[in-house]
């Protein structure tokens, strides 16, 4: 049973920084594809970034250059880091893991989800 859980959302100015973590069931990091997606009110629920499981990173576009995904398969812990916020970064952010051997963008490809973190840009 893979379970992950989602914290370091919270309230920020724009411009600002959040680190985003997933704590995961043991082995879960080093096993599976994982993912941060995101789901602003009335909208789909969009890709943000996923890390391979050798490690290649892979960014939509919206936030190339300014978020970092990385991962400590010693504490299982999956990460987001987020730089120079704005107002669009607004969303609940999940984190996700896939059983496909290869980086997937679409949610419907991943297995298992956490919960979700609010993460809040003002303007």
């Known amino acids: 049973q893979v379970q992950l859980v989602e914290s370091g959302g919270g309230l920020v100015q724009a411009g600002g920084s959040l680190r985003l973590s997933c704590a995961a069931s043991?082995?879960?990091?080093?096993?599976?594809?994982m993912g941060w997606f995101r789901q602003a009110p009335g909208k789909e629920r969009d890709f943000v970034a996923a890390?391979?499981?050798?490690?290649?990173?892979y960014y939509a576009d919206s936030v190339k250059g300014r978020f970092t995904i990385s991962r400590d398969n010693t504490l299982n812990i999956l990460y987001l880091q987020m730089n120079s916020l704005k107002p669009e970064d607004t969303a609940v952010y999940y984190c996700?893991?896939?059983?496909?051997?290869?980086?997937?963008?679409?949610?419907?490809?991943?297995?298992?989800w956490g919960q979700g973190t609010q993460v809040t840009v003002s303007s």
């Open positions: 996700a893991a896939s059983v496909l051997p290869g980086v997937v963008t679409t949610p419907t490809l991943y297995n298992y």
């Open positions: 043991r082995g879960t990091t080093s096993t599976y594809v």
């Open positions: 890390i391979s499981r050798g490690s290649a990173t």
